[in-house]
């Protein structure tokens, strides 16, 4: 099993459309990040966590660390959002690399 | 644009040989990370530097090696290539060696080994 999960794996909406995609983990972590890939495949961050919400445009990111869960909101979606949206965890162990999910890839029909 | 930058953006090599993939991080960030992103694999962490230093290693093989350099640039250097290390090559940035990080990425290296 992963130590970063995300759901759903692929995922289409039609413009518009609220969409929310989900990452849980099983490791202690100290901040969790939200990253878009473009088709291109260049990585930007969208959001770093610890706790609560946040929000960027029509981008909202919340997380539970209690129950070790976030998730990624986008709301009025647009075909522009259509991207690889990747969770990963800041372990608190002490290392500093990340953990990434598997990601989860948007598409958004107009 | 993050500030990362890496060379070259596209790399097209035969089994056997060796290239050197390039990382020029943020003005001011101390810490580079190398990560391997292949279809089947998804994003792995390969090795860390801060200041020079190595900081944390990850899936990174034997064939590989890494160095950070005084003016803080790092160079990722894959030899005895095989067809399975065609892949995205990412660097990131940091300012900081800690655990609470915000890391920038550059656009990536795209290895083909033919």
């Known amino acids: 099993k992963n130590e970063v999960e995300q759901s759903p794996q692929n995922l289409t909406a039609q413009e518009g459309e609220f969409i929310t995609i989900n990452c849980s983990y099983s490791?202690?972590?100290?901040?969790l990040h939200w990253l878009q890939q473009h088709p291109g495949g260049g990585i930007v961050s969208l959001f770093m966590l610890s706790s609560g919400k946040k929000k960027h445009g029509r981008l909202i990111a919340t997380i539970n660390i209690q129950e070790k869960h976030s998730s990624l909101h986008i709301t009025a979606s647009h075909p522009r959002d259509s991207a690889v949206y990747i969770c990963?965890?800041?372990?608190?162990?002490?290392?500093?690399?990340?953990?990434f999910g598997t990601g989860t890839r948007l598409k958004v029909l107009a | 644009d993050s500030g990362v930058t890496q060379t070259p953006k596209h790399l097209i090599t035969a089994t056997g040989q060796r290239v050197t993939l390039r990382c020029s991080p943020r003005s001011g960030d101390l810490s580079v990370y190398w990560y391997q992103q292949s279809l089947d694999q998804g994003l792995q962490f390969l090795i860390q530097y801060y200041n020079g230093e190595e900081r944390a290693k990850g899936n990174i093989l034997e064939r590989f090696s890494a160095q950070q350099f005084p003016d803080l640039h790092s160079e990722l250097n894959l030899s005895s290539l095989e067809l399975g290390d065609s892949a995205l090559y990412f660097c990131a940035s940091s300012p900081r060696d800690r655990a609470y990080n915000e890391q920038f990425f550059g656009p990536g290296t795209r290895l083909t080994v033919l």
């Open positions: 990963a965890v800041s372990p608190g162990s002490g290392t500093y690399k990340y953990i």
């Open positions: 490791v202690g972590i100290s901040a």
